[in-house]
Structures are given as C-alpha cells and as structure tokens.
Antibody, heavy 121, light 105 residues
C-alpha cells in the first residue's frame, strides 16, 4: 500500500536551515510527482513546491523561490525539502503529498503525517 | 485565487451542507476538495470538480465548473466535523481556499 512517511519535528533558530525528508513506498517512486505544502498554526494550506522524481526537475512558489530547494534520492525513494534563512513566520507543519496521477493534474492523494518546524530564538 | 464561503458552518446531524469555492479566473474543472480533521493531514475527497476519490462516502459530492464550485454533504454525520479546503492545480502556484470549518450544532 502507498505510504508517505516524513521525518520528525525540528526546532531551529532564526537564520538557520532545516531539511525535512519524505520517504515514499508502495508504488513506483519515479512515476508520481511529490509536493510540499505547509500550514502555519491555525492557518490554511500554502503550496511550497514540487519535484519530478524521475528527472529531478523542480518548481517552487515565488514566495520561497530563493530559500527552498527540493531534491530526491531515487535509491532511497526519498525526497528532501531544505528551507534556508528561517524566520519566525516559517513555523509551520510541513507536509509532503503525492500527485494523484503520474502526469499533470496536481491533485494530492497521499499525504505524509506532517513535520512540525518551529523557529524560535 | 480561491475564495470559500462561508468560513464557518454549524449545521445539525442529517442536514444538507453546501460549501462554495469561487475562482478569480476560469479554471475549467480543475478543482479539488479536501477534508482536514484536527491534528491530521488533509484528505482528498473530490477531484476534477466532481469525481469522488476512492473510499470517500457517497454523501459527499462536488459540482461546478469555470469559476464557481460547490461541495455538498447530503446528510451531515458527526464524523464530518472538519475544515474543508478547495484547491486548484490549473496554474502555478497551486493554491487553496481559506477553508470552511464545519461543526455540529
């Protein structure tokens, strides 16, 4: 069965970087795009970016473009999101989610459990 | 940009519930609905405006196209207490509506 399992909670200081991992299993890893979405406490959902695990090609929301990098390791069927220059308003739960279909139609069917990133001095 | 209404609903068990999502441009039928319960990840309910995701109860239905979309719960159950979000994949960046919180009266 499809599973998406993320790394645990992190506490970081302002200005630091954080890397969150997302291990996917139960399907052909390279066939489905993976996305990152975040949710600040008590707030709505904000899309961060996505990666094509086959090619490694990425696309990011302009809000994060210069601070975020998403990569993948196909041998480990894992994607990584690095966010740099952390600020207090980056405190959020970060979710990894799989595309519903192998190409296009960016609907998100399988979600990880979420990784809380807290930015605090 | 997606605008949901209302932002809060307090119906009774068994009520018919309708949530609206309006897009700032024509997004054809490229719209999904998600349900999020406290402390949990969102769950896909409806995609392509009206297609029911596997395993989702048939009391959930979606409709609309272009700029106006609806999510309907035909008979609200206690386990439907959640926040509901719409989402568009038509253009980058993917965006979500602000959410509609549904509680039981």
């Amino acid at each position: 069965q499809v599973q998406v399992v993320q790394s645990g909670a992190e506490v970081k200081s302002p200005g630091a970087s954080v890397t969150v991992s997302c291990k996917a299993s139960g399907y052909t890893f390279t066939d489905y795009y993976l996305h990152w979405i975040r949710q600040a406490p008590g707030q709505g959902l904000e899309w961060v970016g996505r990666i094509n695990p086959k090619s490694g090609a990425t696309f990011y929301a302009n809000t994060f473009h210069d601070r975020v990098t998403v990569t993948r390791d196909t041998s480990l069927t894992t994607v990584y999101m690095e966010l740099r220059g952390l600020r207090s308003d980056d405190t959020a739960v970060y979710y990894c989610a799989r595309n519903l279909t192998p190409e296009g139609l960016y609907f998100l069917d399988y979600w990880g459990q979420g990784s809380l990133v807290t930015v605090s001095s | 940009q997606l605008t949901q209404s209302p932002s809060f609903l307090s119906p009774s068990v068994g009520d018919r519930v309708t949530i609206t999502c309006r897009a700032s441009q024509d997004i054809r039928n490229f719209l999904a609905w998600y349900q999020q319960k406290p402390g949990k990840a969102p769950k896909l309910l409806i995609y392509s405006a009206s297609a029911l995701q596997g395993g989702v109860p048939s009391r959930f239905s979606g409709g609309g196209s272009g700029t106006e979309f609806t999510l309907t719960i035909s008979s609200l159950q206690p386990e439907d207490v959640a926040i509901y979000y719409c989402q568009q994949p038509f253009t980058y960046p993917l965006t979500f509506g602000g959410g509609t919180k549904v509680e039981i009266k």
